[in-house]
């Protein structure tokens, strides 16, 4: 084995199909989509090059671009501040319900595995105005000044978005942490438990901070899955009202392919990328820190 490591053609022989998959999957189409974003192209006929343009005018007076950009950093705070903090407390929680530990997790994580069509209709079914059951529980519980058209106001409409994105995500969040917090060696809770640790000196002084590499990985997949959000943002309003929910992946599909303009919404899809690159490698090492030290 070693004198195969060691040859250098046959590494080279080894690692090219994989290359070669990745360039074809990834490397190529982010070429040919930073080739369009420097043209005029409409998605059909011809076109012509017309430099840095498109991003000119995104950095010049896109004000929606940057309303989309200000929405998917506001759900990667949500994710982050709300989401995570959470997921891991009841992941702590839930490893000491005893005969009910299985069907609590599964009960969790139930949400993730359902079709983001149906929990996204039925999230906006709740939010209707008219018929909706958020605004009937208002009136059952005699709140009726509290009823709001909750996809219809663009900062209930945000907040809501954000709401069920974090709903979503984290049967996925948890489950992790969960895995994480099991992992931990029942050695070290008997050794802790020996000295006199109480179950919340156990999880803040052992669990946590052995669980910091998962929470390492599971925030950086937050933070590019809040950039890449689409589906339940088009499905639930569309980026209305007024743009006022439009997000980076949702603004792309409306330049491109509502009106028509293709080269636009190249130069979109070649800034997220790049944002998205800048974030992981941000945390990575913001984060590698915090796991070294």
């Given at each position: 084995m070693h004198k195969i490591l060691s040859d250098k053609k046959t590494i080279i022989w080894l690692v090219a199909p994989g290359l070669l998959l990745i360039s074809l999957l990834i490397f190529i189409p982010i070429a040919f989509s930073f080739n369009y974003s420097l043209t005029d192209w409409k998605g059909v006929?011809?076109?012509?090059?017309?430099?840095?343009?498109?991003?000119?005018?995104?950095?010049?007076?896109?004000?929606?671009?940057?309303?989309?950009?200000?929405?998917?950093?506001?759900?990667?705070?949500?994710?982050?501040?709300?989401?995570?903090?959470?997921?891991?407390?009841?992941?702590?929680?839930?490893?000491?319900?005893?005969?009910?530990?299985?069907?609590?997790?599964?009960?969790?994580?139930?949400?993730?595995?359902?079709?983001?069509?149906?929990?996204?209709?039925?999230?906006?079914?709740?939010?209707?105005?008219?018929?909706?059951?958020?605004?009937?529980?208002?009136?059952?519980?005699?709140?009726?000044?509290?009823?709001?058209?909750?996809?219809?106001?663009?900062?209930?409409?945000?907040?809501?978005?954000?709401f069920v994105c974090m709903w979503q995500g984290f049967g996925y969040a948890f489950l992790l942490y969960y895995a994480g917090i099991k992992g931990v060696s029942k050695d070290?809770?008997?050794?802790?438990?020996?000295?006199?640790?109480?179950?919340?000196?156990?999880?803040?002084?052992?669990v946590f901070p052995l669980l910091m590499p998962v929470i390492r990985v599971n925030l950086v997949l937050a933070v590019v899955s809040a950039f890449k959000q689409m589906e339940t943002v088009y499905l639930m309003t569309g980026g209305g009202p007024a743009n006022s929910t439009q997000f980076m992946s949702t603004y792309l599909y409306s330049k491109a392919f509502r009106e028509s303009l293709y080269g636009y919404g190249n130069a979109i899809s070649i800034l997220l990328v790049v944002i998205c690159l800048i974030v992981t490698v941000i945390m990575n090492r913001a984060l590698s820190r915090e796991v070294e030290g």
């Amino acid at each position: 084995m070693h004198k195969i490591l060691s040859d250098k053609k046959t590494i080279i022989w080894l690692v090219a199909p994989g290359l070669l998959l990745i360039s074809l999957l990834i490397f190529i189409p982010i070429a040919f989509s930073f080739n369009y974003s420097l043209t005029d192209w409409k998605g059909v006929g011809t076109y012509q090059y017309v430099g840095f343009s498109n991003y000119a005018d995104i950095f010049g007076g896109d004000s929606i671009f940057w309303k989309s950009l200000l929405n998917s950093i506001l759900l990667a705070a949500g994710l982050i501040l709300i989401q995570h903090p959470f997921s891991i407390l009841i992941a702590m929680l839930v490893q000491y319900c005893g005969r009910y530990e299985k069907f609590l997790r599964i009960c969790i994580f139930i949400p993730a595995i359902i079709s983001t069509f149906v929990t996204t209709k039925l999230w906006t079914s709740i939010f209707d105005t008219q018929f909706g059951l958020l605004n009937r529980l208002l009136d059952i519980v005699h709140l009726p000044d509290w009823k709001q058209d909750w996809l219809g106001d663009p900062v209930w409409a945000i907040i809501c978005i954000i709401f069920v994105c974090m709903w979503q995500g984290f049967g996925y969040a948890f489950l992790l942490y969960y895995a994480g917090i099991k992992g931990v060696s029942k050695d070290l809770h008997e050794a802790a438990m020996l000295d006199g640790a109480s179950q919340f000196q156990l999880n803040m002084r052992i669990v946590f901070p052995l669980l910091m590499p998962v929470i390492r990985v599971n925030l950086v997949l937050a933070v590019v899955s809040a950039f890449k959000q689409m589906e339940t943002v088009y499905l639930m309003t569309g980026g209305g009202p007024a743009n006022s929910t439009q997000f980076m992946s949702t603004y792309l599909y409306s330049k491109a392919f509502r009106e028509s303009l293709y080269g636009y919404g190249n130069a979109i899809s070649i800034l997220l990328v790049v944002i998205c690159l800048i974030v992981t490698v941000i945390m990575n090492r913001a984060l590698s820190r915090e796991v070294e030290g």
